[in-house]
């Protein structure tokens, strides 16, 4: 999980221990230290917070110390905020598959506003767990599902994709033999099945290949809306195709097969084969 | 070959179960609230399509020759495939007429029904909180689907929203009557706004609603609603 760091802290220095004869405004020194919000903000300082506009404080040094901490994430349950992870090419770098505009606005706008939502539901459950209110909590999951559902797909879908100048389908390892264990036919039946399914998804969704801890196999299959692979089937995501319209309405219109078909061309085999490694050293 | 041709000729003969509707508009009306382009692929390309195949899943079934929406009640669950069709091609058709190049804003009693302003603020106490809830209704749809102004049989209205090709017709109870609808699957609002939702949903409600249809089919709730048993 994420800790922002909280970068200011400072000291509140008691003016009333102060002699009284020594009345020059507070000398209050900012102390910057670089400390998790997990450290630094407790209960007990964050009750502490109201106290602090009463303090000897030149006003605007307490206001600003004030906010930042009611506004700081919470410490021991929650303190998460998810971030839009860079991607590791440039807008441009998918193209002819997938273009420029398309990429700026689907990670930028679309898996963003993902990001945004989430840090919002996560900060208001938050609240909601801390005063056990269970009507809220339920109430909140649509959201959750949603917003944390798109932000964890599309950061799994971006670290599956490249330039198609280094997209290569692997010639031995552990990718292609559980593929050739799953289609007789190999990479090519296994891309006819999962493009087959993608296309076919009804209104919004996800194309999957999958790994299958209990069998030790790999699978096909698709998931509605942003319902993430593993919270709703158990499996472990390897491969994911967007097939939401936003992901290819900018460049083949509602001609989905088109995109599904290119999208074969800049699949980053190395990370799948990698995201399958890992889940196989499950067992 | 001859086989797949036969089965064209076959359709073709038998006349199809249901035609693409032509656009109550010209492709270039709801400019700039919505571009031609947009009306010429969602009209020609989308919609087309639910209706093409919805008569391809239905030619030589018992289902061939019956109303869309009774092709929609008969195969809401047991039917998907032919289902989302169906009900896509009805609610593409129906969402047409909702829109007209001067629309939008506040209904007004002269112009359009004294019933529609009654009922709008029986039920959502004004007009500006039938508005809210309603593009709530449209934002919030996770996904593809359609946002809804429906009616009971007393001409109590609600907002729903749906997901995918789901239509309130087909919600237990008498409840729903569709009357005003809102398509937002991406591509009803992509090429002109991009992710930015709200803001064609906002330009649906402010400028395209078709008040005029609303009310025809607010009536028409309230007269079959006399009749049923």
Same mark, same amino acid.
């Given at each position: 999980?994420?800790?922002?760091?909280?970068?200011?802290?400072? #000291? $509140? $220095?008691?003016n009333n221990t102060q002699s009284q004869h020594h009345r020059r405004p507070s000398t209050n020194k900012i102390t910057i230290i670089t400390m998790s919000a997990k450290q630094i903000i407790t209960p007990a300082l964050r009750a502490a917070s109201i106290h602090v506009r009463s303090s000897n404080l030149s006003p605007a040094l307490s206001k600003s110390a004030a906010a930042h901490l009611s506004t700081a994430p919470a410490g021991g349950g929650g303190g998460v905020v998810h971030t839009l992870p860079d991607l590791r090419y440039d807008y441009a770098a998918l193209e002819p598959s997938v273009s420029a505009e398309t990429m700026e606005i689907h990670h930028s706008k679309h898996h963003n506003t993902y990001v945004t939502n989430l840090n919002?539901?996560?900060? +208001? @459950?938050?609240?909601?767990?801390? +005063? *056990?209110?269970? !009507?809220?909590? $339920? *109430? @909140?999951? !649509?959201?959750? +599902?949603?917003?944390? !559902? *798109? #932000? @964890?797909? #599309?950061? @799994?879908?971006?670290?599956?994709?490249?330039?198609?100048?280094?997209?290569?389908?692997?010639?031995? !390892?552990?990718? +292609?033999?559980?593929v050739e264990a799953r289609w007789k036919g190999g990479f090519e039946e296994m891309k006819k099945e999962v493009g087959a399914m993608s296309v076919g998804v009804q209104g919004s969704g996800w194309g999957w290949l999958g790994f299958n801890v209990k069998t030790g196999r790999i699978e096909a299959t698709t998931c509605p809306n942003q319902d993430p692979l593993q919270a709703t089937t158990g499996l472990v995501p390897l491969l994911g195709i967007d097939v939401w319209e936003h992901a290819y309405y900018v460049d083949y219109r509602n001609v989905r097969p088109n995109y599904v078909n290119a999208i074969w061309d800049i699949i980053n085999w190395k990370t799948v084969e990698e995201r399958l490694v890992a889940a196989q050293q499950q067992k | 070959q001859i086989f797949s041709i036969l089965s064209i000729l076959a359709v073709v003969a038998h006349g199809a179960t249901y035609d693409l509707p032509p656009l109550p508009f010209g492709t270039s009306s709801l400019k700039p609230m919505i571009s031609k382009k947009t009306l010429q692929i969602h009209h020609g390309k989308h919609h087309a399509k639910y209706v093409n195949t919805l008569n391809a899943l239905v030619a030589g079934t018992s289902l061939e020759n019956q109303s869309l929406e009774k092709i929609i009640k008969a195969t809401h669950k047991s039917k998907p495939g032919i289902f989302n069709n169906a009900a896509q091609a009805w609610n593409h058709s129906f969402y047409w007429k909702c829109m007209t190049p001067k629309g939008g804003g506040m209904p007004n009693e002269n112009k359009h029904s004294k019933l529609l302003c009654d009922k709008i603020n029986a039920s959502f106490g004004s007009y500006d909180n039938f508005r809210k809830e309603f593009a709530e209704a449209a934002n919030t749809a996770f996904g593809s689907g359609w946002a809804w102004l429906v009616s009971d049989a007393k001409g109590n209205l609600s907002v729903r929203k749906t997901i995918g090709a789901d239509n309130p017709m087909v919600s237990s109870g008498k409840c729903c009557i569709p009357i005003l609808t809102c398509d937002v699957w991406e591509h009803a609002y992509y090429l002109d706004y991009a992710n930015l939702r709200p803001s064609y949903v906002d330009t649906f409600l402010d400028k395209l609603v078709n008040w005029e249809f609303v009310a025809e089919n607010l009536e028409r709730a309230v007269d079959s609603g006399k009749n049923w048993s």
């Open positions: 999980s994420l800790s922002r760091a909280i970068t200011t802290t400072y #000291h $509140i $220095i008691n919002v539901a996560m900060e +208001k @459950l938050d609240a909601a767990v801390s +005063k *056990g209110d269970a !009507g809220s909590i $339920i *109430g @909140l999951q !649509g959201a959750l +599902k949603f917003n944390g !559902g *798109g #932000h @964890l797909n #599309h950061t @799994l879908f971006w670290e599956n994709l490249c330039p198609a100048g280094e997209s290569a389908v692997p010639s031995g !390892g552990a990718l +292609k033999d559980a | -």
